[in-house]
């Protein structure tokens, strides 16, 4: 056997590399926000948030694809939460474990793992088209909430196990029914998980382009939508448009930094959010 | 009730992605939309062989799988293993904020600081390529091995773990002997998490693969990956026509492959459960 | 010469065109044209709504087709197949030529090669020459630029250059005319195609056997890479659509088209 300096030396340079590339990552988020914010700070002023784009989307703001976003993930966790939260009700609570629930579980782990892009023929095929919804708010915000689905029960059903068996049996031994522990107690309880799992599939939602692409989301529209079967704009695709299809591209660089500076911030703001709000959870409930 | 709208969902999902797809196999035969080497499907006649996007496919995806799987694993080892408790603290979120960067960005930014700077370094005449492709959908692969092999590794008991170093293995020793080879089939889980989520990336690839129909000779040649693909025509295939069928069907062929990947994933996580 | 009989014959029967909010959809290539007429046309008639979006020539007739748009820009004609679809639906596509427009080679600012022959082109497009040295230029890798298959221009280019053959799956894709000028002046083996109106100072267009493609050249004949512009209708136009076609021809719509880099009709 070797000697244990060489062993211990062996191991310091390892955990090196295992050290670096862990915070290679950090790297890797930190370079991608600092471009962004160098080179897209200048663009963000009062105007460029609040004005609608003008000159063909070579100047002005940004505030319909401001306004669609938010419509749009909104409308997707509108959505996504009711049926999520009974989902996960029904499977953490209600349903005895064997093949159904297996297979429903396998189902979502799979609609978990559909591409994007193939969420956007969905939804193209089948509200666009064949529920006559048109390229609107409604159909982006159904395709997107279609796709935040497994985002949201997966939390769910994890704040609902953190629930202590305890709270449901105090309940049901004061002669509540199992609905009504659920109601009350159960689902209150897990409700700050569920809301971390919420805001994480709603940044999503904000970030996500390929699913809007043909149901929701257009190139430019004159004016705010009026409607939910109003046509959108909206942040990601508006990045996309410029920076491949604008009129100007070299000239609108700066809106283009500038979009995805408002884009990141709003996303990595409710992530961040998320992630601080569950570390305090975490703490809460080892106590 | 609810339960069932997930599966519904995804039952809807195959039926509308096989209804709209089936109908161009009456103007090609399955074995020429797969392995036809040409995609034109605006020429007249138009060919529609997805061949060269199937291969832009694999060959961005095990690009990425190179460069995301150690650098996934190796975070977990550290993150789980070596970090000390408050680090971790900081390194698990920073890989979390990895993960949501919106792939657009990942791809604005792919466009426009990483090309020119591929250009210059490697004098190659294009930076918008594979590798560049690749390069970027490895850092958006490695938030969902990472978070995977550190379940994997935390799973693994602690009584392995002490027994080891009781018989005087060193740290490093412990976790290549004993700790990894527990956890490795929750590795091999996401493993092929990580590669699902590369095939099924669309922005990333639309933007910065090049977005040439053929099959690549180099990892600096261009791609068009069947997501971009689908992505970049849509929009211009007319309702219900041949072109609008085949970028369904090709949607068919990617569903396939990542719910493949999946279905490999979930019985790995199984029989690990076991 | 059947195809426009056959619109004539359509326009007969047609209903009248829906007019209101005027929607512009289709060729970025009209696109400048079409919005510097369009702000003209609304400065002097208040309470017009008009929007306009790009997409290609391609989307533009799906547009036309479904019903979307109330004008399609156009850089190609109507094709057979998008016309057997519009009469399926029951529209009426009237073509309105409204400007030339002339799609140069261009090339890096530092690329030394002046003049390619129309042969060399359509040989650096099918993936024949890949080389700049075959041309007479530095030893370097030719990349090849074309536009994505939904825009006008690509058809222009593959009927005018190709005569119809395929551009070479080896060439990347662009989804605009930006996107393509802007690769192209940070490439500096690359070639492209693109309306002259887009040309900007990180490139160099190339002349084509001889002859530079210019607004003088494009219309006396002598550059052959050229084209007509259209917008297209369902049905005859009526009530502010028509009144904003014919803004666009008048002089002073002209003098816009010019002003948008394109080539006026006369």
């Known amino acids: ?287 | 009730m609810t339960a069932f709208v997930s599966v519904t969902i995804l039952g809807l999902i195959m039926i509308f992605l096989i209804k709209e797809g089936l109908p161009i196999f009456s103007h090609v035969s399955v074995k020429e939309f797969i392995f036809g080497k040409f995609w034109y499907p605006t020429d007249d006649p138009p060919a529609y062989g997805i061949f060269p996007l199937i291969v832009g496919t694999f060959s961005v995806t095990l690009l990425s799988t190179v460069i995301s799987v150690p650098l996934g694993v190796m975070s977990a080892i550290y993150i789980a293993e070596i970090a000390r408790e408050r680090l971790a603290a900081i390194a698990k979120p920073m890989v979390e904020l990895l993960a949501s960067i919106p792939s657009v960005v990942v791809g604005f930014f792919g466009m426009v600081v990483v090309s020119p700077f591929l250009q210059d370094t490697f004098d190659i005449p294009s930076g918008l390529n594979l590798f560049n492709a690749a390069l970027m959908l490895a850092f958006m692969a490695v938030p969902t091995i990472c978070s995977v092999t550190e379940d994997a590794l935390r799973s693994v008991p602690k009584s392995l773990r002490e027994g080891s170093l009781a018989l005087g293995a060193t740290h490093l020793e412990t976790i290549a002997r004993i700790t990894v080879p527990a956890a490795v089939s929750g590795i091999s889980t996401a493993v092929i998490l990580g590669m699902s989520r590369a095939v099924g990336e669309t922005m990333v690839v639309l933007m910065v693969a090049g977005g040439a129909a053929m099959s690549p000779s180099s990892i600096f040649d261009p791609v068009r990956p069947m997501p971009a693909s689908i992505a970049a025509e849509m929009g211009e295939a007319p309702f219900g026509a041949e072109h609008y069928n085949a970028l369904f069907a090709t949607g068919v062929v990617l569903f396939l492959f990542t719910l493949v990947f999946n279905v490999c994933a979930a019985r790995i996580a199984r029989r690990y459960k076991r | ?266």
């Not at chain 1, 700070?41 to 063909?56: G, R």
């Not at chain 1, 009504?180 to 569920?194: C, D, E, F, H, S």
């Not at chain 3, 010469?1 to 004539?8: A, S, T, W, Y």
């Not at chain 3, 990349?143 to 053959?165: C, L, Q, Y």
């Open chain 3, 1 to 266: 010469m059947k195809k426009i009989i056959l619109l004539l014959a359509l326009v007969m029967f047609s209903t009248p065109a829906f007019a209101g909010k005027i929607e512009i959809k289709g060729s970025t290539t009209v696109l400048p044209l079409a919005q510097k007429t369009m702000e003209a046309y609304m400065a002097l008639n208040k309470g017009t709504v008009i929007t306009l979006s790009g997409g290609g020539t391609g989307n533009g007739f799906k547009a036309l087709i479904d019903g979307t748009t109330t004008i399609c820009n156009a850089s190609r004609f109507i094709k057979d197949k998008e016309v057997k679809a519009a009469v399926e639906k029951n529209i009426v596509p009237v073509a309105h030529r409204v400007a030339l427009d002339c799609i140069v080679p261009i090339v890096h600012k530092n690329n030394p090669v002046k003049n390619l022959t129309k042969v060399q082109l359509k040989e650096i497009y099918t993936g024949k020459i890949t080389n700049w040295k075959e041309l007479g230029g530095p030893d370097m890798k030719i990349v090849v630029i074309a536009r994505d298959s939904s825009s006008g221009t690509f058809d222009a280019w593959k009927e005018m250059v190709m005569d119809e053959e395929r551009v070479t799956p080896a060439a990347l894709t662009q989804p605009s005319n930006g996107g393509l000028v802007t690769q192209i002046g940070s490439t500096k083996g690359a070639i492209g195609y693109i309306a002259l109106g887009y040309v900007t100072k990180a490139v160099k267009i190339v002349s084509v056997d001889g002859v530079m493609g210019s607004d003088k050249t494009a219309k006396n004949g002598q550059y052959k890479i050229s084209r007509p512009l259209f917008m297209f209708t369902n049905g005859w136009p009526e009530g502010e659509t028509l009144d904003y076609i014919n803004f666009v021809l008048s002089p002073k719509g002209q003098a816009l088209v010019k002003a948008a880099g394109s080539i006026t009709l006369n």
């Open chain 1, 1 to 287: 056997m070797k000697s244990i300096q060489s062993r211990l030396l062996k191991q310091k340079i390892m955990f090196g590399l295992f050290r670096s590339a862990a915070w290679l990552n950090g790297l890797a988020v930190l370079v991608v926000i600092y471009f962004i914010a160098a080179r897209g700070l200048s663009a963000i002023s009062f105007e460029f948030l609040t004005a609608m784009p003008l000159d063909s989307m070579t100047k002005g703001g940004i505030l319909p694809c401001i306004i669609g976003t938010f419509g749009l993930s909104v409308g997707a966790v509108l959505f996504a939460l009711p049926v999520g939260i009974a989902t996960a009700v029904y499977l953490n609570e209600y349903a005895k474990p064997g093949k159904l629930v297996d297979f429903i579980r396998f189902a979502i782990s799979n609609l978990a793992g559909v591409p994007s892009i193939v969420f956007g023929l969905f939804g193209l095929a089948f509200f666009c088209i064949m529920l006559h919804m048109g390229v609107s708010l409604l159909a982006g915000a159904l395709t997107l909430g279609v796709m935040s689905l497994p985002v949201i029960i997966g939390a769910s059903e994890e704040a609902l196990k953190a629930v202590p068996r305890t709270y449901r049996e105090a309940s049901m031994g004061i002669g509540a029914t199992q609905w009504q522990t659920i109601y009350r107690v159960v689902v209150p309880a897990a409700l700050p998980g569920i809301l971390t799992g919420t805001i994480l599939a709603l940044s999503r939602a904000a970030g996500e382009t390929a699913p809007i692409m043909f149901t929701g989301a257009v190139f430019f529209t004159p004016e705010l939508p009026r409607s939910i079967m109003s046509e959108v704009m909206a942040l990601p695709y508006h990045i996309y448009v410029l920076a491949t299809s604008g009129l100007d591209i070299e000239q609108t660089r700066p809106m283009q930094y500038g979009t995805s500076l408002v884009l990141i911030a709003l996303v990595l703001g409710m992530n961040l959010f998320a992630i601080i709000l569950r570390q305090k959870l975490r703490k809460k409930l080892n106590l």
